[in-house]
């Protein structure tokens, strides 16, 4: 396989690759059956150029010449209640987030179709988190989506249950996981 190249960058580099990210993003998804692309490529662009404030944002961008996938997320803070409504409900204290430092958002991770089942998704994964100071790592993904849920237990990640999507969200609810960090060899 073609060297891969895995940058870390902020916010302000982030802005101004808004556009390949959004390429990227729809050419991830592709044309899905049942789902308007522009809908869902939009929500994207909302989600993304939103995310750019939040708190220790970071982007992981994968290249073989032109970006081929990207993650990105930040550090959760209480105030976001990122847990409300989760069901099953937590034990007490799984929601403090202890002045923002407890919980990093894997919010997206998306690869190009041509490059999907290269290890790149995971080469991306692996280089966001072990970058990250936080004491565990939250996502969530289509319920739907088993395949993909499959492939998260596989990384680490536990599902915790299904919170419901906020307003604007694509999914009335999504599957959510957590996983502890640091990352343990994969030897």
């Not at 809908?39 to 982007?59: H, M, Q, Y």
């Not at 190009?112 to 790149?120: D, E, L, N, P, V």
Request: net charge negative; charged share 25%; proline share 4%.
């Amino acid at each position: 396989m073609t060297d891969v190249t895995y940058s870390r960058l902020n916010a302000g580099a982030a802005a101004l690759l808004m556009d390949q990210l959004c390429e990227v993003y729809a050419d991830a998804y592709g044309e899905v059956s049942g789902e308007d692309t522009n809908v869902k490529a939009d929500a994207f662009r909302d989600r993304a150029t939103g995310a750019l404030g939040a708190r220790n944002f970071e982007l992981v961008t994968a290249r073989v010449g032109d970006v081929v996938g990207f993650v990105f997320g930040y550090s959760l803070r209480q105030e976001r209640d990122w847990f409300a409504g989760l069901d099953p409900a937590p034990e007490p204290g799984f929601t403090d987030e202890r002045g923002g430092e407890r919980t990093v958002v894997l919010a997206e991770i998306e690869v190009r179709k041509a490059w999907q089942g290269k290890g790149i998704g995971r080469g991306l994964h692996d280089t966001f988190l072990a970058g990250r100071r936080e004491e565990r790592a939250t996502l969530t993904a289509n319920p739907a989506a088993t395949a993909t849920h499959a492939l998260y237990a596989g990384w680490g990640w536990q599902r915790v249950g299904t919170i419901p999507g906020r307003p604007g969200a694509y999914y009335r609810e999504y599957a959510m996981f957590v996983r502890p960090l640091p990352l343990a060899d994969r030897g």
